[in-house]
């Protein structure tokens, strides 16, 4: 999943925007159908989606990969649509009667379900898989009667909500629905935000979701045609990026790219027609930048040495100005946070290699939990890998969560 839906945030905003970076384009899709295949290898039965290939559903993973797929399939031909259908059918089977959702399989990597994990009302889910279905025009009217329920209950518990990542994104899924009270939803969440750096920015502070938390608030405004104040927002969450372009977290970079790409479908740069001076000590570089500049990146490299820069721009459009500063650690004496062990275990064969690989995150904070991480192992020269799954080979469940 991790590889199958970037591709597909990727893919919308380079649509949105208007580019005509065909190369990234052609290789986000290739990515995007080998993700795909990848993907079907852990859809159950019963047609929801889980973290094996089999076990049960989640509904988390089944409304997020249901969502993915519909999108997908305006990239790549081999989607079968009717998966998601049957998706959508599991997850309306799991509502309770009051029109609450609550998870009924297993999310291992509780870090990749965001700001959902400390879903303690069930508002946050709730309305995570409301907005499911709201943003899926089919499912929306097969299941009119569970999005109404759902809608009513999230309504009704908004009043009351005081954490800022529950209110962000059962506002947006209040804007979807189009309820009644949207506009007094709205007001309220925007008189929650915080400015910053002379009222240049504008975010959403909850730690550690900030980011996620200002994604569904900016999907709101936009959802809202709050499109001035919206440029606020834009401009914190793309600060929010590492020098690589990274955005921190997995929830983080698809809930902010998606509502920068929303936002983009309607600020769009197709009439670009302005000019960029930028001065530093006694240098002066020029810049111009026209609707064919669409996707381009423009990069000056500034000495190390510079402190200020003066920038002026005029004329019509809209661009984004970033300013990035890299720097070097030394990580000979930095700290380490997971522990890895590696024994080689005893076998009957001379041409087989078995190994017993274990690693763990060493918190600073005991309730502190990691990002997703990746063990790579490679083998000598000669050998192939068992192509059986790690979960078959070992008859032991590879990942364990410590209480």
Same mark, same amino acid.
């Given at each position: 999943?991790?590889?199958?839906?970037?591709?597909?945030?990727?893919?919308?905003?380079?649509?949105?925007?208007?580019?005509?970076?065909?190369?990234?384009?052609?290789?986000?899709?290739?990515?995007?159908?080998?993700?795909?295949?990848?993907?079907?290898?852990?859809?159950?039965?019963?047609?929801?989606?889980?973290?094996?290939?089999?076990?049960?559903?989640?509904?988390?993973?089944?409304?997020?990969?249901?969502?993915?797929?519909?999108?997908?399939?305006?990239?790549?031909?081999?989607?079968?649509?009717?998966?998601?259908?049957?998706?959508?059918?599991?997850?309306?089977?799991?509502?309770?009667?009051?029109?609450?959702?609550?998870?009924?399989?297993?999310?291992?990597?509780?870090?990749?379900?965001?700001?959902?994990?400390?879903?303690?009302?069930?508002?946050?889910?709730?309305?995570?898989?409301?907005?499911?279905?709201?943003?899926?025009?089919?499912?929306?009217?097969?299941?009119?009667?569970?999005?109404?329920?759902?809608?009513?209950?999230?309504?009704?518990?908004?009043?009351?909500?005081?954490?800022?990542?529950?209110?962000?994104?059962?506002?947006?899924?209040?804007?979807?629905?189009?309820?009644?009270?949207?506009?007094?939803?709205?007001?309220?969440?925007?008189?929650?935000?915080?400015?910053?750096?002379?009222?240049?920015?504008?975010?959403?502070?909850?730690?550690?979701?900030?980011i996620e938390t200002t994604?569904?608030?900016?999907?709101?405004?936009?959802?809202?045609?709050?499109?001035?104040?919206?440029?606020?927002?834009?401009?914190?969450?793309?600060?929010? #990026? /590492? =020098?690589t372009g990274s955005i &921190?977290? @997995?929830?983080? +970079?698809? *809930?902010?790219?998606?509502?920068?790409?929303?936002?983009?479908?309607?600020?769009?740069?197709?009439?670009?027609?302005?000019?960029?001076?930028?001065?530093?000590?006694?240098?002066?570089?020029?810049?111009?930048?026209?609707?064919?500049?669409?996707?381009?990146?423009?990069?000056?490299?500034?000495?190390?040495?510079?402190?200020?820069?003066?920038?002026?721009?005029?004329?019509?459009?809209?661009?984004?100005?970033?300013?990035?500063?890299?720097?070097?650690?030394?990580?000979?004496?930095?700290?380490?946070?997971?522990?890895?062990?590696?024994?080689?275990?005893?076998?009957?064969?001379?041409?087989?290699?078995?190994?017993?690989?274990?690693?763990?995150?060493?918190?600073?904070?005991?309730?502190?939990?990691?990002?997703?991480?990746?063990?790579?192992?490679?083998?000598?020269? #000669? /050998? =192939?890998?068992?192509?059986? &799954?790690? @979960?078959?080979? +070992?008859? *032991?469940?590879?990942?364990?969560?410590?209480?």
């Amino acid at each position: 999943m991790v590889k199958f839906v970037p591709n597909i945030v990727v893919l919308d905003y380079l649509t949105a925007i208007g580019s005509k970076e065909t190369n990234v384009m052609n290789i986000a899709t290739k990515h995007l159908r080998t993700g795909y295949q990848n993907q079907m290898r852990y859809r159950q039965t019963d047609g929801s989606f889980g973290v094996w290939s089999s076990g049960g559903g989640s509904v988390f993973l089944t409304a997020f990969v249901a969502k993915a797929i519909q999108t997908a399939s305006k990239y790549i031909s081999e989607v079968d649509v009717t998966m998601v259908s049957s998706a959508f059918q599991w997850l309306a089977n799991k509502q309770q009667s009051s029109g609450r959702f609550d998870e009924v399989g297993p999310v291992y990597n509780n870090t990749m379900q965001g700001g959902l994990q400390t879903n303690t009302n069930g508002i946050a889910l709730t309305s995570y898989v409301l907005i499911a279905f709201l943003e899926n025009e089919n499912a929306k009217i097969t299941h009119a009667p569970v999005v109404e329920r759902s809608i009513q209950y999230v309504a009704g518990l908004l009043p009351q909500v005081t954490d800022l990542y529950d209110l962000s994104i059962a506002t947006y899924a209040m804007l979807l629905g189009d309820h009644h009270s949207k506009q007094h939803f709205i007001r309220r969440l925007m008189d929650k935000s915080t400015f910053s750096e002379y009222d240049t920015m504008r975010y959403w502070h909850r730690y550690p979701h900030s980011i996620e938390t200002t994604g569904y608030a900016l999907l709101a405004m936009v959802q809202g045609e709050k499109y001035p104040d919206s440029i606020l927002v834009m401009r914190w969450l793309v600060k929010q #990026g /590492y =020098v690589t372009g990274s955005i &921190p977290r @997995t929830q983080d +970079t698809f *809930v902010g790219l998606k509502a920068l790409t929303k936002l983009a479908e309607v600020i769009s740069p197709s009439r670009n027609n302005y000019f960029i001076q930028l001065k530093y000590k006694t240098q002066t570089k020029n810049f111009f930048v026209t609707s064919k500049d669409i996707g381009q990146l423009i990069f000056q490299d500034i000495p190390g040495d510079i402190e200020k820069l003066d920038i002026s721009v005029a004329g019509l459009g809209f661009g984004l100005l970033n300013v990035k500063h890299q720097y070097a650690m030394d990580l000979r004496n930095y700290k380490h946070r997971f522990d890895l062990t590696l024994e080689k275990l005893n076998t009957s064969l001379d041409y087989e290699l078995k190994l017993k690989i274990c690693v763990s995150f060493i918190p600073n904070l005991i309730y502190e939990r990691s990002n997703m991480a990746l063990v790579e192992v490679n083998f000598p020269s #000669g /050998y =192939v890998v068992d192509p059986r &799954p790690i @979960t078959e080979a +070992t008859m *032991v469940n590879p990942i364990q969560v410590s209480s």
